[in-house]
């Protein structure tokens, strides 16, 4: 299938300094390559997006964002459709912040702030309300620790039709010489070019997807054992032990400590 693109919106203004734009991203739906007069910050608070910066695509999940320094170029899309809220910045506001695009987590708070400053994005700031959520967002901006962790994203044909396929059907157990057939290329020829574009092998990118992909799934309801099996791993007790050695925690630890530190639950406590 392919992907179809969106128009930018007709009003584009400078931040002021700071915009919360929200938009609905259909399934394979791309804004086209683009550059702003200020900064970006891309996050979905559902979903997952594929930004692709600088010769490189990266998928992000809703606990991650991408900053866009001024004047980048850059790509924004969904591959199953998300929602997406674009923070932008003015140059001088973010200029402090950081001079590279940069992938950072987005903790409770920050996302919570995300919400409400589109909610009343549109409202007149007639009590100065708007002013210091927008304070409390650069505030967090400030404090977010970079990430290593984002999924990489090919760029080629060839590859984002393995990497695809593989999101879809993440216990899809194919290694790269059957990946090879499927592709029209040798084994060592794939592994060759997952190296040059994603920096990785097969086995290292799909071990990275099944946590991406795990979070994503224990996040939208399902239980520990659903998601060892939608994963393909033979065993929960195996997806258990590869899930702490990536996170340094077990699935249900990890789920425990997000829930227990969402806006609504620790104003309820």
Known sequence: MRWETIAAPPDLMPPRPLTVRAQSIPARRYFPEHAHRWHQVVYAISGVLTVSVEGQSLVISPEQAVWLPTGLRHRVGSLFGAEFRSLWIADEAGRELHATPTVFGVSPLLRALIVEAAEIEARPDTDG?????????????????????????????????????????????????????????????????????????????????????????????????????????????????????????????????????????????
């Open 129 to 269: 309300y708007a002013g210091r959520v927008a304070g409390l967002i650069f505030e967090q901006l400030r404090r977010a620790a970079p990430l290593a962790g984002a999924l990489p994203w090919p760029r080629s044909a060839a590859l984002t039709k393995l990497c695809e396929s593989l999101y879809a059907e993440p216990a899809d157990p194919r290694g790269p010489e059957a990946w090879g057939r499927a592709l029209s290329m040798s084994g060592r020829t794939l592994a060759r070019r997952l190296e040059e574009e994603l920096g990785m092998s097969l086995r290292a990118w799909r071990r990275r997807l099944r946590l991406f992909k795990a979070i994503e799934l224990l996040g939208g309801g399902l239980n520990v054992t659903q998601t060892a099996m939608e994963l393909g791993y033979g065993s929960t007790s195996a997806f258990i032990y590869a899930f702490r050695s990536d996170m340094g925690c077990s699935p249900q630890a990890y789920m425990s400590g997000r829930m227990a530190s969402a806006p609504g639950r620790r104003m309820r406590a």
